[in-house]
């Protein structure tokens, strides 16, 4: 099948970018997206010029490095589907396919299509784990966790910080991606300790990193890869309210 | 002579002697003290939190833009710990058995024990974390069994166990970066390694941003850079997973041990043109209710539900009566490769087999089906594009495990006093084989629970050294020889890009150093190795400098893959044996089984960096069996 | 000591001094973090807290609002004179007076809040995206809760200049029973097609309006358990419907019926 590209290319953090035209005349509907422009950087490098940059690593939808708006969608046409797990038979032949970063204040465009995640781990570094020091830990069984508790407590964990959530937002808000790790711990008894102290820290590095407010749109969820239910948002509001009034 | 220092005693009291006598480091001094750690996986990412809890500065790189990413993240099936919670007979000495046979005798006794018997707190240190493992109704922790094993002993959290193992660790790791204790360099990578006074103290590294070279001084360096299995170009590996780190630190004298034993994973996806760059690992669940066959005629292109039963060859049920489709990993795939090359293959390259779960959907109904696998069809869906439920799915061998890696003793440390290196990028506790669900256990063990010990014992005489001076001139040295590489390649400027020659050296390994192994393929392939490493030097090609530019990264990996697959060949040639991964058809029975040989081939292969183009030395460290006596795997 | 005061050319052990202690007890950590931020009022969170308590003192308000309007579609005398009698109730009453100016308070909160949050989601998203289909994966109404409200304002403003301000300023005509005849104005406003027209058009946003906000004021005040968020789509759907085909039913009411 043959495919126009638009791809954003910017050089570095400091240049503007703008859509380059890419023409691909034999592309294999089996290909994954990523391998698609893997023949396109192969053929870039061929004529010298530089390929296009893009994140990428496991390329089976768990690790979240890959990421980018595809025809105006994050991670493409296919809900809840990483970047990687897009293949070309979710096209026609003819199309046109728009390639542009993950979009927002808060994660600046590196080169390409590689964007600045890093706000993702400083959220975490505000509170996102239990504070459970190596060795001596309590026999695992000692604190039973029902089932269902332990299963959304799982939900929760899933997500795998591609970013989606925020490039797909229209206020660019990570309500999503911190909601999702306050609830997997503020479900489990050992997370709960520090349940007061977590969201607060947790949700006031969100706000300093530049993220938007969350007006419940709910596209968030469409995108996530993992299907991260947007109620976590909601009992994060909920911790974070109680922890304001207690 | 190599001395992988086991302490004295009885088997079970190894390791409680050497925590009860090794030396260590009064809380005030442990922040004069620096550690490296590279690699945020499981082993990296639980060591530099733990070091960094015990107070100690350390330094943690990965060349992923967040520590999360690393590649632990994709494991799915499980972690095995011997906790008996399902009171199946497991104890400490049955898992060290089980593994040990599993890895078909060919490791160290002490290590393996040891694993074994850390494994049940690793449970409890990640349930402290908040790691939400599979429960029962009971509220109590779930269990599920593995191959290889006749006891429930592996922990999940579904399929995706290691992302949220990994999770755990990255936590805790950012909770020291958060205290400070911990400085984080996310998208840097290791390019050499500084050795002064035959010690480690530090490394290169570069600014995979920036393109900036970075000196890093410390008293310990700790390599957790994972397996090197991407060096098949397909495999199940991330697309960034290098054998980079671990091979600079072996030509600075790190000796490298059975580096060819390679896992090839039975139920992979198969390759379906040029452009693929992974093969996806289905979970070996999968053979639990799946029935693999190929047709028994050479030339049928008939669709596989066309193909009646009399026209099917079960060819693992036919060979391996009392294990069938669950025969362990190794032999699975090798089985699987026999009926391909013999023609048997099926799928428009000939290269795969099918998994049919016809059988088991009439007899057990399709919820039933759904329920167990329902994630698994999906992805094979998203994928392939092909409903499982409705004809059976393709599936192929894949490079998956690396069971060889830097030659470490009982401490984890290299044949370079200081140089750590810890899970799958050392050799030490699979042997020739590794278990499912023992690859989690091993690199969270390792980081979580051995190095911290280990390393203090080294440390503890470093007190007095003070800071490491990286204006010594083993630093200047080693970043002008990092500098003087990165310009050798981009000044190549010939016509082929990286992932050519990469491809290439994939497809020789493959074929020739891969699932059987024969003197002449690798004569030959050493010899083709040496060939296309020539071509790279004549003929690379990368656009750009050496500011941020994914070729060049691609391309420094590729230098080291051209030169570790060749020290692989030759560690296949050498042993003239067939043991777990590793098959020679020289040394088969007559009925095509591997054919293990104690007497001449019981020791670890250490080799040693001679120069480039020169033969490399091997040195061999004896596998005494005290406790266990080697017997014959058989799964017929 | 933080990532970002790394120097990538020095070299951590050259540091000289005492580092900080990565053992900081609870105890400190915990008066250091649970100490009230100044600026909390200015948190995503907080400013969300405070669009979702105004929005439903309006609903809240919208509700007795149209117990009154509907009043307007008794028979012609008696609503004429129970109009008027509740009109004359409300504003002689204190009570109401001091509600009335907190609902001025509210409307000005939750429009200023609103304009405030807009400003940082703006700047919070920086560059636009080319071609852009986001669109797709949520509903049009929850995008578009500003330009719904700014709709909402714009018939407030009309509202309010055509009833509040002519009860406040104007001369209103003296009813049989002696009282302001709000009635025969809000009969008179009404004869024109064209106003009850825009009037309807307004409570088609409004409906809009509150079925997002209403389920999005839940969320934000952290309605999270299943079985409650199933209630309030509920709750929301109906209590939506009701008042902006409530409000929009009396003037179609008035226009047709009585003029």
Known sequence: MRIQLKIWRQQNRSKSGQLVNYDLPDVNPDMSFLEMLDTLNERLVRQRERPVEFDHDCREGICGQCGMMINGRAHGPLSNTTTCQLHMRAFRDGDTIYVEPFRATAFPVKCDLKVDRSAFDRIIQAGGYTSASTGGAPEANSIPIAHDVAEAAFDAAACIGCGACVATCKNSSAALFTAAKITHLALLPQGKIEGRQRVRRMVRQMDSEGFGHCSNTEACQVECPQQISVLHIARMNWEYNRSLAM | ?636 | MSNSDLDPETNLSLVDGPVENPDITPTSKEAVELRPAKNWLSGTLSQKNLMALTGLFLCLFLVVHLLGNLQLLLPKEAAQWQFNFYSKLLSENIFIHLISYLLFATIVAHAVYALLITIRNRRAHGTRYEYDRRGVSSKWYSRKMGLLGTVILFFLIIHLRDFWYEVQFGHLPIDKDGQEDLYTLVVTVYRSGWYVLIYVLCMVALGYHLLHGFFSAARTLGVCHPRFVGWVRVIGWIYSVGISAGFALVPIYVHFALS
């Open chain 2, 1 to 636: 002579m190599l001395n992988a220092k086991i302490p004295e005693g009885p088997l079970q009291d190894k390791w409680r002697h050497y925590r009860s006598t090794a030396k260590l480091v009064s809380s005030a001094n442990r922040n004069k003290l620096q550690v490296i750690v590279v690699g945020t996986g499981l082993a990296g990412s639980s060591l530099a939190a733990s070091l960094g809890e015990m107070g100690y500065r350390v330094t943690c790189l990965c060349f992923q833009d967040s520590a999360r990413r690393a590649h632990s993240v994709a494991a799915q099936g499980g972690v095995n710990a011997c906790k008996n919670y399902k009171n199946d007979g497991d104890t400490v000495f049955r898992m060290f058995y089980d593994t040990i046979k599993g890895g078909d005798f060919r490791s160290r006794e002490a290590n393996v024990y040891r694993l074994a018997e850390c494994s049940a707190n690793l449970i409890d240190q990640a349930v402290a974390q908040g790691v939400p493992f599979a429960r029962e109704y009971s509220g109590y922790l779930s269990n599920r069994s593995f191959g290889g094993v006749q006891v429930s002993r592996t922990f999940y959290a579904r399929g995706q166990t290691g992302q949220q193992l990994l999770l755990g660790a990255y936590q805790a790791l950012m909770r020291q970066v958060a205290a400070g204790s911990v400085s984080l360099l996310p998208r840097h990578e290791m390019l050499d390694l500084v050795v002064i006074d035959g010690k480690a103290r530090g490394i290169i590294v570069r600014n995979m941003d920036s393109g900036a070279l970075e000196r890093h001084g410390g008293h310990a360096v700790v390599l957790a850079t994972g397996g090197f299995g991407k060096i098949y170009y397909l495999s199940t590996l991330a697309m960034g997973c290098n054998g980079s780190a671990i091979w600079r630190a072996h030509k600075r004298g790190a000796f490298f041990a059975n580096p060819s034993w390679t896992q090839i994973h039975p139920t992979c996806l198969p390759q379906s043109g040029d452009y693929q760059s992974k093969l996806t690992l289905m979970s070996e669940s999968l053979r639990n209710d799946g029935r693999i066959w190929v047709p028994k005629g050479r030339e049928d292109h008939r669709s596989p539900n066309e193909i009646p039963e009399p026209d099917r060859d079960y060819y693992l049920e036919r060979r391996y009566p009392a294990f069938g489709n669950l025969s362990p990993r190794d032999i699975s795939s090798r089985a699987a490769k026999e009926r391909i090359d013999a023609g048997y293959g099926v799928g428009p390259l000939k290269n795969a087999v099918y998994l049919d779960f016809s059988r088991a959907i009439r007899e057990q109904g399709k919820p039933k089906i759904e329920e167990k696998y329902g994630n698994l069809f999906r992805m094979y869906q998203k994928i392939t594009g092909v409903d499982a439920y409705q004809q059976p799915m393709r599936i192929s061998p894949a490079a998956h495990f690396s069971m060889g890696g830097l030659w470490v003793d009982y401490e984890l440390m290299t044949t370079i006093p200081g140089l750590y290196a810890l899970g799958e990028a050392n050799f030490a506790d699979h042997g020739a084989n590794r278990l499912g669900a023992n690859s989690l256990l091993q690199a969270c063990v390792d980081g979580y629970f051995i190095a911290p010990a280990t390393i203090p014992n080294y440390l503890a005489n470093e007190i007095k050294t003070g800071p490491i001076p990286i204006d010594h001139p083993a630093f200047a040295e080693s970043e002008a020889a990092v500098r003087e590489r990165l310009q050798v390649l981009v000044n190549i400027q010939g016509k082929s890009p990286a992932d050519h020659f990469h491809k290439t050296l994939g497809a020789v390994l493959y074929d020739k150093c891969g699932l059987s192994r024969s003197q002449g393929g690798l004569k030959d392939a050493i010899g083709k190795i040496h060939s296309l490493r020539d071509q790279f030097y004549n003929d690379l090609l990368i656009p750009g400098g050496i500011d941020l530019n994914s070729e060049l990264e691609k391309a420094g990996r590729v230098a080291d893959y051209l030169e570790l697959g060749e020290l692989m060949c030759y560690d296949a040639l050498t042993r003239n044996e067939s043991c777990g991964a590793h098959f020679r058809e020289e040394y088969q029975t007559p009925d095509g089984e591997a054919l293990r040989n104690d007497r001449d081939f019981a020791f670890t292969s250490a080799w040693e960096w001679a120069g480039i183009d020169k033969e490399p030395i091997l040195h061999r460290e004896p596998l005494d069996f005290e406790v266990v006596t080697p017997t014959v795997r058989s799964y017929k």
